[in-house]
């Protein structure tokens, strides 16, 4: 594990704003700096599933992220890469949770590497996912959530993609540190990702 990994893991927001600053002085792209934080919030994640991390630490660990993020978006869109279409990609965290530092995070990755990010928001129903997909025919569904309470809506979603006749034409990917194999059969989507990393990943391989 890095050390930008581990102060973010250990909650040392002094440390992780630090080394953030001296990886960029030295060069170090924005993605190299997302992919390095976003190992820390998987094992902010492990923590917090194993009972050694409460909700409070979960928070504080978002809040951290949320700083690192302001600080490197601009450098992303600057990078000029923003409006290349790579694909469109609908995302939204699902009804009945308000949490978004993780789907903010798979956003700008997303469009820093070029595709065309439709972003619903957070509690969103699951009518509205359909709209989205209908709308602007995109071939790929991210669903986000940070409570595992959110399985059944997620699997909401799935189902009502279904029934809208849409499900062929759109590969569903369920996020955040709660999901896993067992809760991607469960929902019915196709992927599962921990990380923004992984997530932008398999949208690449979606539109490849």
Request: aromatic share 6%; charged share 25%.
């Amino acid at each position: 594990m890095t050390a930008l990994a581990e102060a973010l893991r250990d909650l040392n927001e002094k440390k992780v704003y630090e080394l953030v600053d001296k990886m960029l002085e030295q060069g170090a792209s924005p993605e190299k700096i997302i992919s390095e934080c976003n190992e820390g919030m998987v094992a902010v994640g492990d923590l917090f599933a194993s009972n050694q991390y409460f909700l409070t630490e979960l928070m504080f660990s978002a809040e951290i992220m949320k700083e690192v993020m302001q600080k490197l978006e601009p450098l992303m869109e600057s990078s000029g890469v923003a409006e290349r279409s790579a694909g469109t990609v609908v995302i939204g965290t699902v009804k009945n949770d308000i949490h978004d530092i993780g789907k903010n995070i798979v956003v700008s990755l997303l469009r820093s590497h070029g595709f065309k990010v439709v972003d619903l928001g957070v509690d969103v129903p699951a009518e509205k996912f359909v709209e989205a997909v209908r709308e602007t025919g995109a071939k790929v569904l991210g669903l986000s959530a940070l409570l595992n309470s959110t399985y059944p809506e997620m699997k909401n979603v799935v189902e009502a993609i279904t029934e809208a006749g849409l499900r062929e034409q759109v590969k569903i990917i369920i996020g955040g540190t709660i999901c896993n194999e067992t809760v991607r059969k469960f929902t019915g989507a196709d992927f599962y990702a921990n990380d923004a990393v992984t997530g932008v990943k398999i949208c690449k391989s979606v539109y490849s």
